[in-house]
């Protein structure tokens, strides 16, 4: 088996998928709102993750949603499940969020989250790995939600094939030896 992995945009991913140019895609999603897959397609749950408030420097860690109505936010790109995230959240306040800049990369949040542009909400994956600036705080809140990753790929009368299936079950094994909570 060859693996060869590519970071594109998820419609060209999809795109490829459907030509058979791809055999997997991993998908983001905000709290479980991707949609069912379209015929001959297939989603396996990948992973499930909190979303965690990360918090400039020498700003007050919230203990409750409620903290969170007057913070200024570091959007995400529209299309991203962190927009998704962050909407869901000003929904659930009942005010809009007042946001300060966007950003798509996760490291780029971070740096800018150090320098106290704002406040974030990232999941918990992009911060796990020790990634975390001096200073920047992180709040685990009940009521913020999970970022969904699944796997999508073609359905074939293998379902999928002996090659794709191996990738996927070794995406799998890794996924559940993840400790996050």
Do not use: C, K
């Not at 709290?31 to 499930?48: C, E, G, I, Q």
């Amino acid at each position: 088996i060859e693996v060869i992995i590519e970071e594109v945009e998820e419609r060209a991913a999809l795109a490829r998928l459907r030509q058979g140019a791809l055999d997997l895609a991993l998908l983001e999603r905000d709290s479980h709102t991707l949609p069912a897959p379209p015929r001959a397609m297939n989603d396996v749950p990948l992973l499930d993750e909190s979303w965690l408030v990360v918090v400039p420097p020498g700003r007050a860690v919230p203990s409750t949603l409620a903290d969170l109505a007057s913070a200024t936010w570091i959007d995400q790109d529209p299309s991203s499940a962190g927009a998704f995230a962050l909407a869901r959240l000003s929904r659930r306040l009942g005010a809009p969020l007042s946001t300060r800049h966007v950003a798509y990369d996760y490291d780029v949040i971070l740096a800018m989250v150090s320098l106290g542009q704002g406040h974030a909400l990232l999941p918990e994956l992009a911060v796990i790995s020790g990634r975390v600036p001096d200073g920047v705080s992180l709040a685990r809140l009940p009521g913020l939600g999970t970022r969904q990753i699944v796997v999508r790929h073609r359905r074939t009368r293998s379902d999928p094939g002996p090659a794709t299936r191996a990738v996927l079950d070794a995406l799998l094994i890794r996924a559940a030896a993840l400790e996050l909570g």
